[in-house]
């Protein structure tokens, strides 16, 4: 059971793997193209190089594990900062929170979800603290929009709500796959007492009389074939 699992999930995570890798990608070079805007580029460079680094460097120096799963969501989340702070707090940026959200459901891992949750959800509350509390320095939201704190528990509410239908969509991935899996162990082991069962009774067809063969209660075919090898005897 455990290695039809492993071998399922194997597949899943190299797949989720090549999707992530593509995304993160497109990530970095998407923060050199809005450096363009406001001269962010010690940022695009830094940050996002180590982001990307730190994603390439998890899978290499832990293969067949899941670390790589949470690198890569701690990742996608500090992207989100990224972004956000290079657009001087575009809201339009504030959507990579989701697209990361929803790339990590792809592991069939709820809590994959996690970093990211994390990340955000201590980026939002910083950096919207320090911004209203007058630092220049810092960017949450575009400063012709105001935004209140109503306003802003909404928005939380919103991106926890986000964050709590992935994580169950990644939980019932999980379990409909494993569900798959022993379907499938299933089929295989009614398809191992069948090929038991005709090579017993190909045996007897031909006259010779094998040995014994073990049989489960529930395998009636195997029962018959057994009375059949005792009245040939």
């Known amino acids: ?19 992530i890798d593509i995304f993160l990608i497109c990530y970095f070079l ?3 193209i809005l450096a363009t805007w406001y001269g962010t580029w010690l940022v695009a460079l830094v940050v996002g190089g180590i982001n990307t680094i730190a994603y390439f460097s998890a899978k290499k120096l832990f293969p067949d594990t899941r670390v790589n799963q949470y690198v890569a969501s701690a990742v996608v989340g500090i992207y989100t900062a990224q972004f956000i702070y290079q657009m001087h ?3 339009e940026m504030h ?3 989701f697209i990361g959200a929803t790339l990590m459901i792809t592991y069939q891992n709820w809590k994959a979800l996690l970093p990211v949750s994390l990340v955000v959800a ?3 509350g910083l950096f919207a603290y320090l911004e209203y509390a007058g630092n220049k320095q810092v960017y949450f939201t575009t400063e012709a929009y105001d935004m209140d704190l109503l306003a802003f528990s909404f928005h ?15 939980y019932e991935l999980e379990k409909r796959t494993k569900l798959n899996t022993q379907n499938l162990i299933a089929v295989e082991e009614l398809n191992n007492k069948m090929m038991m069962n005709i090579e017993f009774a190909s045996a007897l067809a031909l006259g010779t009389i094998p040995q014994k ?12 074939l057994l009375k059949i090898q005792g009245r040939l005897k």
Not at 213 to 224: A, K, R, T, Y
């Open 1 to 19: 059971m455990a290695d039809y699992n492993n071998r399922f999930f194997k597949e899943i995570y190299a797949k989720s793997d090549k999707l």
């Open 213 to 224: 063969m073990e049989v489960e209660n529930d395998d009636i075919l195997g029962e018959m």
């Open 89 to 91: 707090g575009l809201f």
């Open 95 to 97: 959507f990579f929170a």
């Open 122 to 124: 201590v980026h939002h």
């Open 30 to 32: 998407f923060g050199l």
């Open 156 to 170: 939380i509410f919103l991106a926890v709500v986000i964050f709590v239908i992935c994580s169950l969509w990644s």
